[in-house]
T-cell receptor, first 114, second 116 residues
Framework: SQTIHQWPATLVQPVGSPLSLECTVEGTSNPNLYWYRQAAGRGLQLLFYSVGIGQISSEVPQNLSASRPQDRQFILSSKKLLLSDSGFYLC?????????????FGSGTQLSVL | KQEVTQIPAALSVPEGENLVLNCSFTDSAIYNLQWFRQDPGKGLTSLLLIQSSQREQTSGRLNASLDKSSGRSTLYIAASQPGDSATYLCAVSAGDGSSNTGKLIFGQGTTLQVKP
């Protein structure tokens, strides 16, 4: 069966420090992968998505970057965190084809930038 | 630009009641619509997915409908239970021109509390 792993579960970082969040998927190959952020009082916003190794699409201008070094690995990074980067980060992968698809989410990382 | 709105933002009902959550979207050119459940501090669990050509989907006590032309969807929960307490999110799937990329645009959610 397919599973998605995301870590760490919680993270407290000072402003200006670097960030690396990792997401891995098991039991599937060549998945579409996504990074979403849920800021306090706001809905889920798509940050990045990837259709394959080295292929990253950015949805919104921001202080973050994403990379996909391997087929089932998706990494969210920042060189210098801002207060506004605080939020709940969710990785997701897409299962299925054109007529029967679902999005499966990881358990999320709660990031607090202080 | 696609926008998704959910009403109400919060809802509290006694156990056993049937209830309806509403979702509306501004652009009817969607591939599908999904309903998710989110427990506090947790990831999302997919509940139901309705393709753009479908009118409704059912899973257990849950029934979701889709009226693409009017830009509306409802999630009906029958015989609510305290375990149904969670935030329910509606999302529509957007594409890039001719292909479904799986990108989702979410509403802000309805937080449901079912009291014993």
């Amino acid at each position: 069966s397919q599973t998605i792993h995301q870590w760490p579960a919680t993270l407290v970082q000072p402003v200006g420090s670097p960030l690396s969040l990792e997401c891995t998927v098991e039991g599937t190959s060549n998945p579409n992968l996504y990074w979403y952020r849920q800021a306090a009082g706001r809905g889920l916003q798509l940050l990045f998505y990837s259709v394959g190794i080295g292929q990253i699409s950015s949805e919104v201008p921001q202080n973050l970057s994403a990379s996909r070094p391997q087929d089932r690995q998706f990494i969210l990074s920042s060189k210098k965190l801002l207060l506004s980067d605080s939020g709940f980060y969710l990785c997701a992968w897409r299962w299925g084809g054109a007529t029967n698809e679902k999005l499966f989410f990881g358990s999320g990382t709660q990031l607090s930038v202080l | 630009k696609q926008e998704v709105t959910q009403i109400p933002a919060a809802l509290s009902v006694p156990e056993g009641e049937n209830l309806v959550l509403n979702c509306s979207f501004t652009d009817s050119a969607i591939y599908n619509l999904q309903w998710f459940r989110q427990d506090p501090g947790k990831g999302l669990t997919s509940l139901l997915l309705i393709q753009s050509s479908q009118r409704e989907q059912t899973s257990g006590r849950l029934n979701a409908s889709l009226d693409k032309s009017s830009g509306r969807s409802t999630l009906y929960i029958a015989a609510s239970q305290p375990g149904d307490s969670a935030t329910y999110l509606c999302a529509v799937s957007a594409g890039d021109g001719s292909s479904n990329t799986g990108k989702l645009i979410f509403g802000q959610g309805t937080t449901l509390q079912v009291k014993p």
